[in-house]
């Protein structure tokens, strides 16, 4: 129950993470409506206030207790240093909530291969202390200048080395850039300030949103099979599921013939469907699931 310390303040990421969670709270069972021109989301849920910001500022904002929680990278996290809890990896199989490289990169026909043959050149990139961190790891002292965008057009006029954030490598080859080194992997976190999980209420919020956004996730990648099956194919069909889809086996009107039902991973349904099928299963159906909650 809320009480009158207000309502719990959600940090939701502006830019590239931001269609995306869009639809992981849809999925998830609210209306997240995002306006053009407004920074404070609508939200159909009366406890929950958001705002919308950028994940580069997203963990400061939290360790200072302007907002409760929020979704923002981990590569974030770690370049602010800020102090919040950590209470879960939202990484999906969707645009921007998969997993993102951060990598030093050179010119093709540099003389650069790896991060010793940096030693006293220039690195642009927006994350200055996650670079300077992975230089003093290396032992190596480089000038490391803050990029405001468009990093991977500086090599080698306007910088010797980047480092970068990459999905797929695709803007790094249309620059005929070359990887040195990956020098972090992310992916989207939920956090939380510290004082705010001392608070009950906000405590059982937070941990009722995560329940919804994590089984929203967790069934993205999984689909229901459900198939009639004669009782003499029962075993035939059943060890052709996987071992952990605990399948559910009911009676129907005709004794002869059993419904089976299981969930399984999407991308097993292409092969699975014609096998279960020459194993004698019938009616063989696929339903998307909206969540599953472990």
């Not at 069972?29 to 950028?54: A, K, M, T, V």
């Not at 990484?91 to 951060?102: F, I």
């Not at 306007?158 to 790094?172: N, P």
């Not at 086996?249 to 002869?256: C, G, K, R």
């Amino acid at each position: 129950m809320m009480t009158d310390e207000g309502r719990l303040r959600l940090g939701v990421p502006k830019g590239s993470l931001q269609e995306t969670t869009k639809k992981l709270f849809g999925l998830a069972g609210f209306n997240l409506r995002i306006s053009g021109r407004s920074y404070y989301p609508d939200l159909d849920d009366p406890e929950i206030q958001c705002i919308l910001i950028r994940p580069q500022e997203m963990a400061r904002y939290v360790e200072q207790g302007i907002l409760d929680c929020a979704i923002t990278g981990l590569d974030w996290l770690l370049e602010t240093g800020a102090d919040v809890s950590e209470l879960a990896d939202l990484k999906a199989p969707w645009p921007n909530y998969g997993t993102v490289r951060w990598v030093m990169a050179a010119k093709e026909d540099s003389s650069f291969n790896d991060v010793k043959d940096l030693q006293g050149k220039r690195i642009a990139t927006e994350a200055v202390g996650m670079t300077n961190r992975f230089l003093a790891q290396h032992g190596v002292s480089a000038d490391v200048e803050f990029s405001w965008g468009a990093t991977e057009v500086k090599p080698p006029i306007l910088a010797d080395a980047i480092v970068d954030v990459s999905e797929t490598g695709s803007s790094l080859r249309a620059n005929d850039l070359k990887i040195l080194h990956v020098v972090l992997e992310s992916t989207p976190r939920f956090i939380a300030n510290h004082t705010s999980l001392e608070v009950a209420w906000k405590r059982a919020k937070i941990d009722r949103l995560l329940m919804l956004l994590r089984g929203a996730i967790a069934a993205a990648t999984r689909v229901t099979l459900a198939m009639n099956v004669p009782r003499e194919c029962i075993e035939g069909v059943l060890s052709l599921l996987p071992a952990l889809s605990t399948p559910t086996v009911s009676t129907l009107a005709d004794e002869n013939w059993v419904d089976i039902s299981t969930v399984v991973e999407e991308k097993l349904v292409r092969d699975l469907m014609p096998q279960l099928y020459t194993a004698g299963a019938r009616g063989i159906i696929e339903m998307p699931i909206n969540k599953i909650i472990e």
